[in-house]
């Protein structure tokens, strides 16, 4: 094992980061927003932010504490994310970012590196992430088991969802999306693809996690980010670029609570089986 035990607990940061309404729009259209989006995407008026931006800020945080983990991003698989709105985001600022390393467990496959993060804008707090990260190849390492991961399902087959959509993502989607600052070479180079066992760049977790977020936000909370608060998320198949992929969500009996799942079309896997989507009626 190469991973360093001895960081669990340690907090990186804060993490300075200046954004306007380009980055706004930029994180939006990189996941597939457009003509039907405007309100995310223009610069007058103000744009809205979508709440799972909050991932943005957490980038560099995120990966200089997997670094001090010894973790190895070649290896990585981002497996789940939770982000949680306190309130929505300004049209622009300055974010300041800390992250923190909660845990690293044996998942036999690999371990699990669980880390925290924490933004805010002119003083005030907006957003708390969760970055679930499985290192293949570091298990087996006599660790403890994980905490409790999250089992969302939705209802028996017979129940139909409170909306199921298709959201067709483009062959240069990983490209577009990375340009938000997740930039991860297993997403754009085809020779660290090749060395991480995929026979192209794949599609980022957290890319078709903005499109599942964007498509319940706007199906469940009328597009207003004040509504949102929190999707958590557990990743399943990896997607392409170019995939078309169905994002469908069923009401849960906890009110403002909905169960989320993105299935690939032409495969029929679940790229996200258990997703949980939070918000305010």
Known sequence: MTLDLATIGATLGPFEQTYDWRDIALYALGLGAGVDDLEFVQDAPPPKVLPTFGVVPAFKPVFEALKMTGGNLVTLLHSGQNTELIKPFPHEGTMLTTA??????????????????????????VTRTAWHLLLRGEGKFGGQR????????????????????????????????????????????????????????ILHGLCFYGIAGRVAL??????????????????GKVVMPGDTL???????????????????KHSGEKAIANGLFRFRQ
């Open 100 to 125: 923190s390393i909660r845990g690293i467990w044996d998942m036999k496959i690999g371990a699990l590196a669980i880390i925290d993060s924490e933004t805010s804008v002119g003083g005030d707090t």
């Open 146 to 201: 994980p905490p409790k991961l999250l089992r969302i399902s939705p209802p028996d087959d017979d129940v139909e969802p409170l909306f199921s959509k298709e959201v067709q993502t483009e062959p240069n989607q990983a490209l577009l999306y990375r340009l938000s600052g997740d930039i991860n070479p297993i997403h754009a180079q085809p020779k660290v693809a090749l060395e991480a066992g995929f026979e192209r760049p």
């Open 218 to 235: 706007r199906e469940l909370a009328g597009n207003d980010p004040a509504r949102f608060t929190n999707f958590e998320a557990r990743f």
């Open 246 to 264: 169905v994002v469908e969500g069923w009401p849960l009996d906890d009110p403002g609570s909905a169960a989320i799942t993105v299935t690939i």
